[in-house]
């Protein structure tokens, strides 16, 4: 007699006897009956219709697991607790009609102000035969080109700062961009 049971057989007295299980016809009543309910829910937790409609069909299909073990007094909170479930997953999944406002960027060349990988390379590489061109000028030549490119200078500031005339600047000049065109090319003696 093991827990006051006088066979295995016998159903435990403190037990309540479960509901039976109700036919598919009574499924598809209460279905057809929760439907709009459960639309309504729905409808306020989505933000379209159709998506409303996948997610009750969904949760109608997902109860239907549980016709069979659950009682019938259990199935309308089972089903809006499963309806809450579907409509996370959508979420989560983006599956919330989201491809309407997809733009698809597949065959769009997206243009950018911003210099390609090559284009910094080629100029490094230009900025560096520029530099090493300007550090081979004659020292004054060098002089009177920096203080005019990178110090912004005049030429009548630079004749007084270097205490030379303005047409020895001028000269200075002449031949320092020349050499800087002949050594690294036409545009190079503007850079700078």
Not at 94 to 105: D, E, I, T, Y
Not at 114 to 124: C, K
Not at 155 to 181: G, N
Request: hydrophobic content about 40%; overall charge negative; aromatic content about 6%.
């Amino acid at each position: 007699m093991a827990h006051g049971h006088d066979s295995l057989l016998e159903r435990p007295r403190d037990i309540p006897e479960a509901e039976p299980c109700p036919q598919p016809h009574r499924f598809e009543a209460f279905s057809r009956d929760h439907y709009d309910g459960l639309l309504h829910f729905l409808r306020l937790r989505v933000s379209n219709e159709e998506d409303a409609r996948d997610a009750a069909q969904e949760s109608l299909m997902r109860l239907m697991r549980y016709r069979d073990t659950e009682p019938e007094s259990a199935w309308k909170p089972l089903l809006y607790r499963i309806a809450i479930n579907v409509v996370g997953e959508q979420f989560r999944r983006g599956s919330v009609r989201q491809a309407g406002k997809h733009v698809s960027l597949d065959n769009l060349e997206l243009v950018s102000d911003e210099p390609t990988q090559e284009d910094l390379v080629a100029r490094a590489q230009q900025e560096a035969l520029l530099r090493e061109a300007i550090l081979a000028l004659p020292p004054r030549w060098r002089q009177v080109y920096l203080l005019s490119r990178m110090q912004g200078m005049t030429y009548a500031q630079i004749a007084r700062h270097c205490d030379i005339s303005v047409k020895t600047v001028e000269k200075h000049m002449t031949s320092a961009l020349a050499a800087l065109c002949s050594r690294v090319g036409s545009g190079a003696a503007d850079a700078s």
